[in-house]
């Protein structure tokens, strides 16, 4: 048998009293590194701090500022790239809900060439079957004429044999 077991209540214990943080003889701030984009900088309210700074422009940067804006062909392939990923993507998986029926169709198209192939074979196999003293018999025609009278009439017919 399951007995509910006592909620568990916190009791916070009090915090004492603790003195304040003695002073650590020393510079207030750290050492600057040598890296040239940082640097100890002033700010308004009169506090220094460290701070990145932007190095001063190259010659280069400034060529570069100064050219122009990106090219026209760069801004249109960077908008077709996701575009054209993205339409390769959708046809892989169209490709891929497809592909069961794509196999049926491709069994089916080699069915109908196997059948086709049969149907162009059949006589010729026909043929080298039968033995050749039938061949020099001739052929007979039957035709057969059937006749009725109205829509219901009875119908008679004649056989002929030539």
Not at 22 to 47: C, E, F, H, K, N
Not at 85 to 114: F, K, N, Q, R
């Amino acid at each position: 048998m399951h007995m509910p077991h006592d909620p568990v209540i916190h009791y916070p214990a009090p915090v004492g009293w603790q003195p304040a943080p003695t002073p650590v003889p020393g510079p207030l701030l750290p050492a600057i590194p040598a890296r040239s984009d940082i640097q100890l900088v002033t700010l308004p309210d009169g506090t220094r701090t460290l701070a990145y700074t932007h190095p001063a422009p190259t010659e280069a940067a400034t060529a570069l500022a100064h050219r122009g804006a990106v090219p026209r062909w760069a801004k249109t392939t960077a908008l077709l790239a996701p575009t054209l990923g993205g339409g390769i993507g959708a046809a892989g998986i169209g490709i891929s809900y497809a592909a069961p029926g794509l196999i049926a169709m491709a069994d089916l198209l080699w069915a109908a060439v196997a059948l086709i192939a049969a149907g162009a074979l059949a006589p010729l196999l026909l043929r080298t079957g039968t033995s050749r003293a039938h061949r020099g018999a001739p052929v007979q025609h039957i035709t057969q004429n059937i006749t009725a009278t109205g829509l219901f009439g009875k119908a008679t017919g004649t056989l002929n044999h030539r």
